[in-house]
Structure formats: C-alpha cells, structure tokens
T-cell receptor, first 115, second 116 residues
Framework: EAGVTQFPSHSVIEKGQTVTLRCDPI?????LYWYRRVMGKEIKFLLH????????ESGMPNNRFLAERTGGTYSTLKVQPAELEDSGVYFC?????????????FGNGTRLTVT | AQKVTQAQTEISVVEKEDVTLDCVYE???????LFWYKQPPSGELVFLIR??????QNEISGRYSWNFQKSTSSFNFTITASQVVDSAVYFC?????????????FGAGTQVVVTP
C-alpha cells in the first residue's frame, strides 16, 4: 500500500507570502496528524483530524496557520503570511484507529524555508 | 518542560560495534506509551516500536533491542552489530493518556553515524 505522501517536498518562499502544504494519508486512515520540526527544536505536534473534524488543535502556533481536511481524505496546511520562524520540516502522519494498536505512519515531510 | 530527553546528540561508531541510545522520559500519568522512530537520510519517520506503561518486558527484534525500566523512567534502544544502513536520526517519543492518542512528544533525536 502507498504510504503517507506529502508535497511539495521542498518550498522556499519569502516572508509575507502564503504557502500551502498537502498531505495524503494512507487510504482508509481516518486519523491524520500534522507535526513540525523547526530548526534546532524537537518535533512538535500541531493538530489531529478524525475524518474531517479537528479532534485536537492545541499545538497550532497561531492564527497564521490553517489546516483543513475537507471530505476526510487529504489535508492541507496553509501558512499565511509566512514568517521567518516558520522555517522547518512539516510532517504529516496517519493512523487507522485511535488507540494503542494504531501506530502513526509518517510521511517524508515538507521542508519549508522562509527567507 | 521537556518530557523526553535524549541526551546524546550524536553517536559515531564503526560497523559491527554495538550502540545504545538513551531515552529518559517524564510523566505523571500511570498510563502512557513510548515509541522509537528512525529517520533515515530520505527524511521519513519510520516507526520501530511502541510500549505501554504496563508492559516492562524487554523486546528484541533482529539486531534491535529495547530496555524499558519504569524505575528509572528510561526506554533505551540498542543496535547490535551496527551496519552502515543504521545511520539515521533516532527519536524517542512519549504519548500520555491525558492527551489524545497520536499526540506524541518527541525527544530531540540522536544522530547515529556508522562508518565502514
């Protein structure tokens, strides 16, 4: 089966611009997560979708970030306007269930550089 | 406060040597879950193992083994007879019962470099 796919793999934008990241979870996985690793820091949780609903968005840093998952399939994460501190790697993960027996499967990440 | 500490930033070994990665966690929950992920140069995070707080049995999978000790809040990972393909960043992570499943708290990661 195909894994979690993310694109673009890299994005370089200027401060103030808008960027949209996309994540396609593993087919049939209702749970979708966004994480990010900014330079020199740990990988941090951003939010969790169950189908199209936001289950937990406690990790979203501010209102410049907007995540959507219309239809409960793929998800997008928009950063508008981007700031320098948004640079980092954004990971998406999915899981079939919502329990111990459903480990998270991560994608390759999108490396975002804001100049 | 950081809940998962991986004190080793980088470990360099020669092929066939054993390498142990330390992971110390902090939680007040009695129910929690621990994970190890591998990030090879290609970038994806590859799931290696999960453990719940009620299962202290150590586990071996091929050249990989894990030592979970609640008394010291540690979940260490050993690669036996390392190979060049083991070169990667390894992350330890914690999920607490008070949080939703899937909300992992990661350590800073340990870069393992295996040279021929």
């Amino acid at each position: 089966e195909a894994g979690v796919t993310q694109f673009p793999s890299h994005s370089v934008i200027e401060k103030g611009q808008t960027v949209t990241l996309r994540c396609d979870p593993i087919s049939g996985h209702d749970n979708l997560y966004w994480y990010r690793r900014v330079m020199g820091k740990e990988i941090k949780f951003l939010l969790h979708f169950v189908k199209e609903s936001k289950q937990d968005e406690s990790g979203m840093p501010n209102n410049r970030f907007l995540a959507e998952r219309t239809g409960g399939t793929y998800s997008t994460l928009k950063v508008q306007p981007a700031e320098l501190e948004d640079s980092g790697v954004y990971f998406c993960a999915s899981s079939q269930g919502w329990n111990y027996n459903s480990p998270l499967h991560f994608g390759n990440g999108t490396r975002l550089t804001v100049t | 406060a950081q809940k998962v500490t991986q004190a080793q930033t980088e470990i360099s070994v020669v092929e066939k040597e054993d390498v142990t990665l330390d992971c110390v966690y902090e939680t007040r929950d009695t129910t929690y879950y621990l994970f190890w992920y591998k990030q090879p140069p290609s970038g994806e995070l590859v799931f290696l193992i999960r453990r719940n707080s009620f299962d202290e049995q150590n586990e071996i999978s091929g050249r990989y083994s894990w030592n979970f000790q609640k008394s010291t809040s540690s979940f260490n990972f050993t690669i036996t007879a390392s190979q060049v393909v083991d070169s990667a960043v390894y992350f330890c992570a914690l999920s607490e019962a008070v949080d939703s499943w899937g909300k992992l708290q990661f350590g800073a990661g340990t870069q393992v470099v295996v040279t021929p």
